[in-house]
């Protein structure tokens, strides 16, 4: 909450990451492999937002990504600077959306469309 009022000015924008087959790996690498994973993902979302931005670890698979409209975000998505998270050697596939955001919105709002986004990207149903 504290780092989203630092937005007065402008609304930031707010991104949320899913990586498939997380869970597949641990049956395969184990635990330890699996948070050094954990810490690239992050590592490279700051790599690629700036320090700016905050990132949410939901879990191993999932982060949120809160970052300032002014910042070059458009870069990040363009297709010449394809976004590729490649930890050891594996490419690990994942999928980011947008979250909704306004002004109005409380972090819990946040949180709720992050969840309703998780439940269709798993499930395929959403209602935002």
């Known amino acids: 909450t504290k780092f989203i009022s630092l937005f007065e000015d402008n609304e930031p924008?707010?991104?949320?990451?899913?990586?498939?087959?997380?869970?597949?790996?641990?049956?395969?690498?184990?635990?330890?492999?699996?948070?050094?994973?954990?810490?690239?993902?992050?590592?490279?979302?700051?790599?690629?937002?700036?320090?700016?931005?905050?990132?949410?670890?939901?879990?191993?698979?999932?982060?949120v990504v809160v970052t300032s409209k002014q910042s070059s975000t458009s870069?990040?998505?363009?297709?010449?600077?394809?976004?590729?998270?490649?930890?050891?050697?594996?490419?690990?596939?994942?999928n980011v959306i947008q979250v909704p955001y306004t002004a109005e919105n409380s972090i819990y709002d946040i949180f709720e469309n992050v969840y309703l986004l998780n439940n269709y990207m798993y499930k395929g149903d959403i209602r935002i």
Do not use: C, W
């Open 13 to 63: 924008e707010v991104f949320f990451f899913r990586y498939e087959y997380i869970s597949d790996f641990f049956n395969r690498i184990g635990l330890a492999t699996i948070i050094e994973m954990s810490r690239y993902i992050r590592h490279k979302l700051i790599e690629l937002f700036g320090h700016d931005a905050s990132i949410i670890r939901l879990s191993l698979s999932s982060y």
């Open 75 to 94: 870069g990040v998505f363009s297709k010449k600077n394809r976004m590729e998270f490649n930890f050891k050697g594996i490419v690990l596939p994942f």
